[in-house]
C-alpha cells in the first residue's frame, strides 16, 4: 500500500499551478517522493519543475522508482513512460540554462548543485511497442539530441552575452565549460546506423558541453569496425560496464581492430559479442593471429563475469578463449558454437563451473558425444545455476533421461528450457518430476511433444520438421493435463510451464551487476 506521505505528495502535484509556487518552500527531502509520484501519475508539468529545482547532486532514478516504503509499485521495472522521460530531458536543460543565464558563482551554487542524472536503471521494453513507452534506441536518440541542443543553445547565449560580461570577473572563455556547472547523463546507449552520428556527435561534445553523455551499457547493432572502434574511443573508461556487440558480421579480421579497445575499460564486467561470424573451423595465418588478439584481450579483463559469444563457430578453441579469464565467469552464452567434447570437458572442469549462474548451450548436439562432459557441468554448478538454456540441442528421452539426475541436484535453478528438442510426453512427464523437486524453480520452457504432432513425423525429427508438421490439439490438450496435475500433486503450482520463448527473464534478475 502506498504511505501517507505518497497519499500526500499525489495531492500536491495534483495541481501544477500550486506545487510550482510551493517548491521552493518544499523540505528537499521530499522531493525525491514529489518526483515519483509525479512519474507515476505522468504529470509532465511538475515532473519538469521538480528536476529545474532538484536539490542533491544526484538524480538516481533506481534509486527513486524502485519498490520502496512509500509506493508498492517497482516502477523501475516498468517501461519507462515517453513523456515523463521528456519532461526530465526538459528539467535539466532548464536547470541548465537557469544556471548558465543567471551565471552564479559556485559558492552561491553549493547547496544545489545537480551533477548527475543516472538514467541506466530504466528498462527497456523489447519487443513490444506502444505509443506510451520509449525504447533504449528511442531514448538514446533523445539524451544525444538534447546534449546536442545544450551545446548549441549554450554557445549562443555566452556569445551574445560575452562583450556584457568581460572584465566583471564573471565571463567564460568562448567556447569554455564551467565544470562546476556542467550535469552528466549517465545512460546506458543502442546505437545503430542510424543513430550513429546523432550519438557520436553528442559524445564528441561532451568534453566541452553543460551536458555531458556518459555510457555504462553500450549495445550496437550492425555497425563497422571503424565506427565501432570511434564510439569506444569516446566513452569514459570509468563508467562503462558493459560491451555488446550484436549483428557486425566483422569476423576475427573486422573485430582484430576492435579487440584492444576492452582492456581500455577497466570496470568492464560484460561483454557480448554474438552473431559476429566468427569462425575458426578453417583459419588461415592471418586469422590465427586475430585469434590470439583476442585471445590477447580476454586475458586482459580482469573483471569480465558475463561473456556471450553465441553463434561463433568455436570448435576445440574454448580452454584458450576462457582459460585466460582472470574473474570465474557467472555468466555464459555459447549457443550454435560446434562445440566438441574437449570444450565441454574443458567447461566442466574449470574454474568458471563452479561460479556460473547462468549457462546458454542451445545448438550444440547433446545427444551423442557431448552428453557426458554437459552431465558433469551441471554437477560441477549445482550450487549456482539459477538459468539453463538448452534449446535445440537434440536433445531426445533418452538424452533426458540420463541429465536429469544431474539436473535434480541444481538446487538454485529458476529458469530451464529444453525447447525446440525432439521429446515425447513422457519424457515431459519425468522431466516436470524432476522440475517440482527444484525448491526455487519458476519456468519451464519445454517443446511440444513429438507424440502431438500428426503422423509420418519424420524420425529423429529437425527443427524445421515440428515446424512443417501440424499438431493434434486433442492429444496435447491431455498432455496439458497430465503436466498440470503432476504440479498440482506436488504443490507447485508457481512454476510457469509454457510452449512459448520466454523473454521475460531478466538478466539482472540473476544479480550479475
Same mark, same amino acid.
Not at 118 to 123: I, N
Not at 302 to 308: A, R, S, T
Not at 470 to 493: H, P
Given at each position: ?238 563508467? =562503462? $560496464? /558493459?560491451?555488446? &556487440?550484436?549483428? #557486425? @558480421? !566483422?569476423?576475427?579480421?573486422? %573485430? ?99 561460479? =556460473? $549462474? /547462468?549457462?546458454? &548451450?542451445?545448438? #550444440? @548436439? !547433446?545427444?551423442?558425444?557431448? %552428453? ?142
Amino acid at each position: 500500500m502506498h504511505s501517507l506521505v505518497f497519499f500526500c505528495a499525489q495531492k500536491v502535484i495534483s495541481d501544477h499551478a500550486s506545487t510550482r509556487k510551493a517548491l521552493d518552500y518544499i523540505p528537499r527531502e521530499i522531493y525525491p517522493v514529489l518526483f515519483k509520484a509525479a512519474f507515476l501519475d505522468i504529470r509532465t508539468l511538475v515532473l519538469r519543475d521538480v528536476v529545474q529545482r532538484w536539490p542533491f547532486s544526484i538524480l538516481n532514478f533506481s534509486t527513486i522508482l524502485k519498490r520502496c516504503k512509500h509506493c508498492d509499485r517497482d516502477v523501475i521495472r516498468e517501461k519507462p513512460n515517453k513523456q515523463c522521460l521528456q519532461a526530465v530531458i526538459m528539467g535539466v536543460k532548464d536547470y541548465l540554462m537557469n544556471e548558465l543565464r543567471q551565471n552564479r558563482t559556485p559558492v552561491s551554487r553549493k547547496h544545489r548543485l545537480l551533477r548527475v542524472v543516472d538514467l541506466t536503471g530504466l528498462q527497456d521494453d523489447g519487443d513490444r511497442q506502444d505509443a506510451d513507452t520509449i525504447g533504449q534506441w528511442s531514448r538514446t536518440v533523445a539524451l544525444a539530441k538534447a546534449c546536442i541542443d545544450i551545446s548549441r543553445t549554450s554557445k549562443r547565449d555566452e556569445y551574445s552575452s560575452s562583450k556584457r560580461r568581460k572584465g566583471k570577473g564573471g565571463a567564460l572563455l568562448d567556447g569554455a565549460c564551467d565544470s562546476q556547472m556542467c550535469v552528466e547523463i549517465h545512460a546506458n546507449l543502442f546505437i545503430t546506423s542510424n543513430s550513429y552520428t546523432t550519438v557520436r556527435d553528442a559524445l564528441q561534445i561532451g568534453k566541452t558541453s553543460l551536458l555531458c553523455l556518459k555510457c555504462r551499457d553500450l549495445r550496437a547493432e550492425e555497425l563497422s569496425a571503424k565506427k565501432t572502434v570511434s564510439i569506444l574511443e569516446l566513452l569514459d573508461p570509468v563508467v =562503462l $560496464r /558493459k560491451i555488446e &556487440l550484436r549483428y #557486425n @558480421n !566483422l569476423g576475427l579480421s573486422g %573485430l582484430n581492430a576492435v579487440f584492444p579497445y576492452f582492456p581500455i575499460f577497466g570496470n568492464l564486467i560484460s561483454l557480448k559479442l554474438p552473431y559476429s561470424n566468427i569462425d575458426v573451423r578453417h583459419m588461415t595465418p592471418e586469422m590465427e593471429e586475430s585469434f590470439q588478439s583476442m585471445v590477447a584481450a580476454f586475458s586482459q579483463l580482469p573483471n569480465v563475469k558475463e561473456l556471450n559469444l553465441a553463434s561463433s563457430r568455436l570448435s576445440g578453441r574454448i580452454r584458450e578463449l576462457l582459460s585466460v579469464l582472470q574473474k570465474p565467469l557467472e555468466s555464459l552464452e555459447l549457443a550454435y558454437c560446434y562445440l566438441l567434447p574437449t570444450d565441454a570437458t574443458y567447461l566442466a572442469t574449470s574454474h568458471h563451473a563452479p561460479f =556460473l $549462474r /547462468k549457462l546458454d &548451450l542451445s545448438g #550444440n @548436439n !547433446l545427444s551423442d558425444v557431448l %552428453l557426458g562432459p554437459f552431465c558433469q557441468i551441471l554437477q560441477h554448478s549445482s550450487t549456482s545455476l539459477v538459468y539453463l538454456d538448452i534449446m535445440e540441442c537434440r536433445v531426445m528421452d533418452r538424452q533426458l533421461t540420463s541429465f536429469l539426475p544431474a539436473l535434480r541436484q541444481c538446487s538454485q535453478l529458476q529458469y530451464f528450457s529444453c525447447f525446440c528438442n525432439p521429446i515425447s510426453s513422457q519424457g515431459l512427464k519425468a522431466l516436470l518430476h524432476t522440475a517440482v523437486l527444484l525448491p526455487v524453480l519458476k519456468i519451464v520452457v519445454h517443446p511440444i511433444p513429438v507424440d502431438c504432432y500428426e503422423e509420418g513425423l519424420p524420425w529423429p525429427p529437425s527443427t524445421y520438421d515440428l515446424i512443417d508438421y501440424s499438431i493434434d490439439q486433442e492429444k496435447l490438450s491431455r498432455v496439458d493435463a497430465e503436466l498440470n496435475e503432476i504440479r498440482l500433486k506436488a504443490v507447485r503450482t508457481d512454476i510457469v510451464t509454457t510452449v512459448e520463448l520466454y523473454n521475460d527473464f531478466s538478466l539482472d534478475m540473476l544479480q550479475l551487476y
